[in-house]
């Protein structure tokens, strides 16, 4: 399929982000709607992630986006006819220190608030809730019964698949190489298979955003990070296994298949673009599993992957449109948390660019708050 000579609204970027802004832009009536993306769908971050889905966030804004995401993706199957293997089996964050403690009560009092019915728990509770852990250390959780993980795949095609339905039109392998400007108007959009003509262009790029950013002179502050899955070997199925976090470490695990998947933030990793799984974060994640599941330790892995995080300076996205250049939104920058929010994330791009109030106030996740002071940093959790 050659690209056309011109489409009212240009996506860049086709992952799950992309895909829910295509789809959400198609279904209220909006034609000509063009995505690009320079690989397979959903072959940037989001089909390397964890598939988590919670609404535990620390505020409003992002309780308020998780919530409305979560109310989707419980109906996604009969929206889209497509299964996507959601599994509501909790979020179960463990608190080794007290002023984690201290900021989890906080929140789950401002969860509670909005509808959200997460609570605290003591150690003993969190062992019942997760038996494969070690509750030595431990003073508390915070857990969420709604909570849980889906297949990031089916989501990408579910969304991409009704797109199409309404008449959005999906390009892979193609490569946007510049977006042509005049008097801070966009005017095209160029790629290595030809340009198209357009007035709007909406950045859904990921980790590559900041260099979607640089073609029209807007700063969006996101840079990519390595992060790392490995599988486990059989664990008993009927063994409990809700998304359990300790927070103190970043390691978290959760089921997949027979066995688990588990991963770790390294705080020792540079920014880049390689995706090249490396050795240097198993010692690290070793301590944490002997420390916290030693009954995991004689389990053997399976294999892994490794993907990436697109991080902002507070660990929030950025949602908004530009200032200084007519009609280019962005929808970037999730630092982890873009799988999770990107039904309520297409609604609101979608709303923005016909010039609706947005179904939820964006505006603290515009990228001009950077210029100011140090926004609130969300905790940077799966």
């Not at 294999?303 to 908004?320: C, F, K, Q, R």
């Not at 923005?352 to 940093?377: K, M, N, Q, Y």
């Given at each position: 399929m050659s690209l056309p000579s011109f489409a009212r609204i240009v996506i860049i970027g086709g992952g799950v982000i992309g895909t829910s802004i295509a789809y959400h832009l198609a279904a209220a009536g909006v034609s000509d709607v063009v995505l690009l993306e320079r690989g397979e769908l959903g072959s940037g971050s989001t089909c390397k992630a964890a598939g988590g889905v919670r609404t535990q966030f620390s505020d409003t804004v992002n309780i308020q986006i998780a919530a409305r995401s979560m109310a989707a993706y419980s109906r996604f199957h009969l929206d889209h006819g497509q299964e996507i293997d959601l599994r509501t089996v909790g979020y179960l964050f463990l608190l080794s220190r007290p002023d984690d403690v201290t900021a989890f009560e906080q929140n789950v009092a401002l969860q509670n608030s909005l509808g959200i019915p997460t609570r605290m728990v003591d150690p003993d509770e969190a062992k019942r809730l997760s038996p494969l852990i070690d509750t030595e250390g431990l003073l508390a959780a915070a857990y969420s019964p709604q909570d849980g993980h889906c297949t990031p795949?089916?989501?990408?095609?579910?969304?991409?698949?009704?797109?199409?339905?309404?008449?959005?039109?999906?390009?892979?392998?193609?490569?946007?190489?510049?977006?042509?400007?005049?008097?801070?108007?966009?005017?095209?959009?160029?790629?290595?298979?030809?340009?198209?003509?357009?007035?709007?262009?909406?950045?859904?790029?990921?980790?590559?955003?900041?260099?979607?950013?640089?073609?029209?002179?807007?700063?969006?502050?996101?840079?990519?990070?390595?992060?790392?899955?490995?599988?486990?070997?059989?664990v008993d199925a009927t063994i409990p296994a809700p998304f359990t976090i300790d927070f103190a470490t970043a390691y978290y695990f959760r089921r997949e298949g027979r066995g688990l998947l588990i991963g770790m933030s390294d705080p020792d990793v540079r920014p880049g673009f390689s995706t090249t799984p490396t050795d240097d974060w198993l010692p690290r994640l070793t301590a944490a599993v002997r420390e916290r599941t030693p009954g995991l330790m004689d389990v053997g892995l399976s294999?892994?992957?490794?993907?990436?995080?697109?991080?902002?300076?507070?660990?929030?996205?950025?949602?908004?449109e530009s200032t200084t250049v007519s009609r280019f939104l962005y929808a970037a920058g999730f630092s982890g948390h873009g799988?999770?929010?990107?039904?309520?994330?297409?609604?609101?791009?979608?709303?923005?660019?016909?010039?609706?109030?947005?179904?939820?106030?964006?505006?603290?996740?515009?990228?001009?708050?950077?210029?100011?002071?140090?926004?609130?940093?969300?905790?940077?959790?799966?």
């Open positions: 795949e089916s989501v990408v095609l579910g969304y991409a698949t009704a797109a199409r339905r309404r008449g959005a039109r999906l390009f892979t392998r193609c490569t946007v190489t510049g977006i042509q400007l005049a008097g801070g108007e966009i005017r095209a959009v160029d790629t290595d298979r030809g340009s198209i003509a357009t007035n709007t262009v909406i950045c859904a790029a990921g980790a590559w955003s900041a260099a979607v950013g640089e073609m029209v002179g807007v700063d969006l502050p996101v840079l990519p990070y390595r992060r790392q899955i490995i599988f486990t070997g059989p294999g892994g992957w490794a993907g990436l995080y697109e991080v902002t300076p507070d660990h929030n996205a950025l949602i908004g799988f999770m929010q990107a039904p309520a994330v297409g609604e609101v791009v979608s709303d923005l660019v016909l010039g609706c109030e947005p179904c939820i106030d964006i505006g603290s996740l515009h990228a001009d708050r950077f210029r100011g002071e140090v926004p609130r940093t969300e905790f940077a959790y799966v």
